[in-house]
């Protein structure tokens, strides 16, 4: 993979961006002034905090000092728990910014793992968040990308959950940005590769969707440059430049030269492998000009290296500081790495100018307080006693390992001379000889006990370690279900928008599942109700899709086409079911759909249009028998009523391709007050269950509701719930369950 300016952190919350960040003297003298003035501990620890910031590039020591400062005065504060333990975590995870930066990387996991401690004691979930993705930073820079996409997975999940937009677009970077790198170290053209590359692109588009909506253009930019890097790879070129002027056209809007830079150079090096060298020339002195404005040498270096790439691959002329004229391929060879060396020696001035300002720095920082310089010095004692300490250490380990070698030739001296003697000695007799063959054998076979009880661990350490994989495994997507769930839940009409137009009124619904293939719909268009109870194919996650499909579709077809005829409503959505899902009608071929009960209700004459795919409407009708309340009224204080129970059924044939594609059937019935209507999908008569171990059955199902039909609505609800708990019992559930009932 050619050379090229990787957007490397972009995305991560507390660390490292684009520019090397250089210290501003102003900036550094008003802070050491602020810490002078201000006396306020919390005032104080924030300056502290903001001046080892400024320092981190030049002199990361000089930082760690200084937030080690400003965490003794967190621990000290007389402040509430919570507000000291905010000072605190960042602190420490200041700290941990900084090792990472030196690349002490287990002292800084140290310190990222002390800062999430107490965020999570604290149950600051943003905290908690920002440790994460810090950890996550930290594994993909040792080239640990598992455990980074791990630690970035948690961050985003809890920025989720906090509905942290910014958050939320820096995880879905930084994960694209693992598998970019995971991506770059592989073969090219390989099919694991381009799916690493794809997966990259995606979570690239996702936080470029989100900074779009929150206007962040720095951010924006970022994402920009990064997805015309997974195109270049791609040798996409064309997009891949289009999303560098992108990148490059933001970058000059908000006056961010590191950005600049690196667009510019992006471009260069496109233009390089493409074979358009002029064009290359031009874009990668703009950036070698940029660079070197800004003090940048990690970049000047990398443009040079760009340039000899480009003077080996050209016969472009030389800019006219070295010498203008035509070169043949070697002469420009040698250009080119004279070119190149004479930047070295410029590196080297560079680099001798920075250390100078960095001693500056430092003079003019730590001459603001004596103290501060005692601490330093305390600092410095205290790591020259820790070298002696760990010189005397060592000494003492290699005087205790030359006496165990002592010890060893002496063992073995002494174990020689043993065996000389036993040679010389004479045999022993057949009994002694036969013991000694045992002994010999029994210890083989301890051996190969030992041998097997290892390899028994250790595959009870890896059966251990893919359990806890699966677990992981199983956790995530369980989440997603979850949240799916609560997607699914949303869309189905509101509790608070049904009490509207009706009031009595149930609703029992039992997923198999997390979600369900089962949905209900009520709406009202003018004098009509208009209401469905829906059973797709399957459960779970593919049958809650069929239900975000049709319910979908139903409010196109009803709320925005305006028609209510029953079984219009069933033809139309029939026929968009099998559009969307492109059904032919071929053989072997899914053959996805739904079975509904659809009503409407005209509230002004109480008459009911039904239309049905399968599925039945029940009415139950209560009667009053004046000729026994004759008898029996000086005995009781209401009047005795007889059920009669009437079905409405729905045609033979589902919503879907079918063998049988008939227009439905629109059937009109006059309902009267009082009258309770009952939509179901068949989970509740299919469901096994009960001593015998068999299904409820259609027939039972109604006896139970003519049985209690003149209870309260709420009542007949819970009756319903219970029967079907207790018949289920021990046995699994094996489809969604789903009863409406509604008294007019």
Known sequence: MKNKFKLILIFCTSIITIEIAVAQQTKIDSLNILIKKDQTDTAKINHLNDLSWELMYNNPDTSIIISKKALSIAKQLKKTQKIKSKFIANSLGNIGVFYHIKGDYPIALDYYLKALKVNEGQNNKNGIARNLSNIGILYKD????????????????????????????????????????????????????DSLLNKALTHYFKALKIDEKLKNKRDIAADLGNIGLIYDDQKNYQSALTYYFKYLKIAEDIGNKGYQAIALGNIGSLYTETGKYYSAHTYLFRTLAISDSIGNTTLSEQIYKLISTLYEKSTLTLPDSIGGKTLNKEEMRLRALHYFKSYLTLRDSIFSEENKKQLVSKELTYKFEKKEAATLAEHEKQVAVTAAENRRQRLLLWLIVAIAISVSIIAIVI????RVTKKQKKLVDEKNITLNQQNVEILQQKEEISTQRDEIESQRDLVTEQKEHIELIHEELTDSIIYAKRIQKAVLPMENYIN????????????????????????????????????????????????MLGITLLNEIVRKEDITKASDVLNQLRKRIIESLKQKGIDNEQKDGMDMAFCAINTDTLEMQFAGANNPCWIIRNVELDILNVELEKYLSFKIQNSKFYELKGDKMPIGIHDRMNPFTNQIYQLQKSDTIYLMSDGFEDQFGGSNHKKFLSKNLKNLLIANCQLPIA??????????????????????ITVMGIKI
């Open 715 to 736: 009542d007949q609800k819970q009756i319903l719930e219970t029967t079907i708990t207790e018949w289920i019992g021990n046995e699994e559930q094996i489809d969604d």
């Open 415 to 418: 174990l020689h001379t043993l």
């Open 142 to 193: 040792q080239g640990n990308y598992q455990n980074a996409l791990t630690y970035y997975m948690k961050a985003l999940k809890i920025s989720e959950n906090l509905n942290n937009k910014k958050e939320i677009a820096n995880q879905l970077g930084n994960i694209g940005s693992v598998y970019y790198a995971q991506a770059c170290i592989l073969k090219e053209n390989t099919i694991e590769r």
């Open 500 to 547: 509207d137009f009706l009031h009595e009124y149930f609703i029992l619904s039992k997923p198999k599942d997390i979600v369900s293939g089962d949905f209900f719909w009520i709406t009202k268009m003018n004098s009509q109700i208009l209401l469905c109870v829906t059973d797709c194919t399957g459960h779970g996650v593919p049958g809650a899709f069929m239900s």
